[in-house]
């Protein structure tokens, strides 16, 4: 049983090599748009306020931050992709890094693909869970802030999630950070994906 609550910021990395080395343990990655709540998802699975920083500057966390969840595997937070500001190509940054990240990485057990519960599925979106399909890996879609939702924007959700075919039922997780609604559910899906049950 991992107990999440034991958990701390180990370091910030651009390159795979440059990730903790001690302890090496498997890895989850989590993506996501910029602004989509993934710290907030990070501070609620850990049950803390501050572990992970919400920054109001869409696109600002540009480095893999590494965190140890007790001692059995590293949660990965990656930089927000779909935000560029003037002078500076993020996507482009992402991309590299992300590649770097993503090639040849046997530690990597599982990829949360974090999407806002009130926004459609973009290019980036698409582009990104396709690359992630033919190259095998194991994901989960999480959407997020599913307290901003009604009863008809729940059904409206449904409906897209289901029309795009890209994910079984089961690959899908709907959240709220704010109301902790299935985190617990979450968290009992990454233990078992971590010890491979």
Same mark, same amino acid.
Do not use: W
């Given at each position: 049983?991992?107990?999440?609550?034991?958990?701390?910021?180990?370091?910030?990395?651009?390159?795979?090599?440059?990730?903790?080395?001690?302890?090496?343990?498997?890895?989850?990655?989590?993506? &996501? %748009?910029?602004?989509?709540?993934?710290?907030?998802?990070?501070?609620?699975?850990?049950?803390?306020?501050?572990?992970?920083?919400?920054?109001?500057?869409?696109?600002?966390?540009?480095?893999?931050?590494?965190?140890?969840?007790?001692?059995?595997?590293?949660?990965?937070?990656?930089?927000?992709?779909?935000?560029?500001?003037? &002078?500076?190509?993020?996507? $482009?940054?992402?991309?590299?890094?992300?590649?770097?990240?993503?090639?040849?990485?046997? %530690?990597?057990? *599982?990829?949360?693909?974090?999407?806002?519960? %009130? $926004?459609?599925?973009?290019?980036?979106?698409?582009?990104?869970?396709?690359?992630?399909?033919?190259?095998?890996?194991?994901?989960?879609?999480?959407?997020?802030?599913?307290?901003?939702?009604?009863?008809?924007?729940?059904?409206?959700?449904?409906?897209?999630? *289901?029309?795009? &075919?890209?994910?079984?039922?089961?690959?899908?997780? %709907?959240?709220?950070?704010?109301?902790?609604?299935?985190?617990?559910?979450?968290?009992?899906?990454?233990?078992?994906?971590?010890?491979?049950?």
């Amino acid at each position: 049983m991992i107990n999440f609550s034991n958990a701390n910021f180990v370091k910030s990395a651009s390159l795979k090599d440059e990730r903790p080395k001690e302890p090496c343990l498997p890895e989850v990655l989590i993506v &996501g %748009r910029s602004n989509v709540g993934k710290s907030s998802l990070i501070n609620a699975l850990c049950n803390k306020k501050n572990m992970a920083f919400t920054s109001s500057k869409p696109g600002h966390t540009k480095l893999l931050n590494y965190f140890n969840i007790d001692n059995t595997f590293y949660l990965v937070d990656a930089p927000g992709y779909g935000y560029a500001k003037t &002078g500076i190509d993020l996507d $482009r940054v992402f991309g590299d890094m992300m590649n770097d990240y993503l090639e040849n990485n046997d %530690r990597l057990k *599982a990829i949360l693909f974090l999407l806002d519960s %009130r $926004r459609e599925l973009n290019e980036d979106d698409l582009e990104l869970i396709e690359y992630l399909q033919d190259k095998g890996y194991i994901f989960l879609l999480i959407t997020t802030k599913m307290d901003k939702l009604n009863q008809k924007d729940t059904a409206a959700l449904n409906k897209r999630l *289901a029309e795009s &075919g890209l994910l079984a039922p089961e690959q899908i997780v %709907r959240t709220s950070s704010l109301n902790k609604t299935n985190i617990n559910s979450l968290c009992k899906l990454i233990e078992k994906i971590v010890f491979d049950k």
